[in-house]
């Protein structure tokens, strides 16, 4: 399963970003799909996740800030982010968390893509 993720860059303090993870396979259609992110000597870890029909976890950093949804049809999973804060400066990843994996788990099913780097500063 090869996983690519697009959209980071350098964002000022109370911008947005909004990622992009194309997905190859069949493990995208039936299976969670989440954001993790991997700050400077930080262990990487989930922040939002999307279940197969929808429904949607975040981490309490992360909640009331940012969406996760999914487009099955493209199998396409999107990070819309805003309120963005220096704290959110990371590597962004996607992969499937397995379901019985909550928010905070640095593990994934997939192979892990290159991520992309989100920096938050002004």
């Known amino acids: 399963v090869q996983l690519v993720e697009s959209g980071g860059g350098l964002v000022q303090p109370g911008g947005s970003l909004r990622l992009s993870c194309a997905a190859s396979g069949s493990i995208f259609s039936n299976n969670f799909i989440g954001w993790y992110r991997q700050a400077p000597g930080k262990q990487r870890e989930l922040v939002a996740r999307v279940a197969p029909e929808g429904s949607t976890d975040y981490a309490n ?4 800030r940012f969406t996760i949804s999914r487009d099955n049809a493209k199998n396409t999973v999107y990070l819309q982010m805003s309120g963005l804060t220096p704290e959110d400066t990371a590597v962004y ?20 893509g290159q991520g992309t780097q989100v920096t938050v500063s002004s």
């Open 61 to 64: 950093s992360v909640k009331g």
């Open 93 to 112: 990843y996607c992969n499937a968390p397995p379901p019985w994996e909550g928010i905070g788990s640095s593990l994934g099913r997939g192979s892990w």
